[in-house]
């Protein structure tokens, strides 16, 4: 059985991208981090996106294309064009990638069945999603990407109304101060 993991980077304050919407705070140009997230999303054969984080990973589908690539970020986006993307949005009219589906609604129980079957794990983005995963007691583990910034307010990582119990599983510090936490969810908090 595949396992739900709610991936996203987020400051240290807890928000996933500033009162503007900018997130560049969590776009270092660290190798070794790179290598690391690229090692960890190579793990995912499905991820699920709302339309808004969908818009922002697509960038992936075509930077190969762009002049002097690092090659962690051509690993990256190599790994990202392989994965089968589902995108939930009510007004995305087509995919802008490959191996890229369209639902027009987030449901449970179609996310169930892709969780029953054998194959590699998937990752849901986005806190707004995530919060409809995590409701319906979808989310296996949270991988947190935590920088080392605090950003004062946004757009959270965890929305209202979310309550946990967690069990550590693994944490990697980097010399850049970002640490990398993946939690087990054992269940709503009490």
């Known amino acids: 059985m595949a396992k739900l993991v709610y991936v996203m980077n987020t400051s240290l304050d807890g928000y996933t991208e500033d009162k503007q919407g900018r997130f560049d705070w969590g776009l270092d140009g ?3 981090l790179h290598a690391e997230i690229c090692e960890l999303v190579s793990y995912f054969g499905t991820c699920l ?9 697509v960038y992936w589908e075509t930077s190969h294309t762009l002049p002097d690539q690092s090659q962690y970020l051509l690993d ?4 990202w064009q392989a994965a089968e993307k589902i995108v939930y949005s009510k007004t995305l009219a087509e995919p802008c990638s490959a191996r890229t589906k369209i639902e027009r609604t987030f449901d449970p129980g179609a996310v169930r069945r892709l969780k029953a079957n054998p194959g590699p794990d998937m990752a849901i983005e986005g806190p707004e999603l ?3 995963a995590i409701h ?7 991988l947190m990407i935590v920088h080392p910034v605090v950003v004062g307010g946004g757009k959270r990582f965890f929305p209202d109304g979310v309550r946990l119990e967690l069990e550590l599983v693994e944490q990697r510090q980097f010399r850049n101060g970002v640490m990398v936490l993946r939690y087990a969810v ?3 908090s009490k």
């Open 130 to 132: 995530a919060w409809q």
């Open 136 to 142: 319906a007691g979808l989310v296996d583990e949270l």
């Open 76 to 79: 990256f986006a190599s790994k």
């Open 186 to 188: 054992r269940g709503p």
């Open 30 to 32: 660290d190798k070794e």
């Open 49 to 57: 996106y709302g339309r808004k984080m969908y818009d922002k990973m």
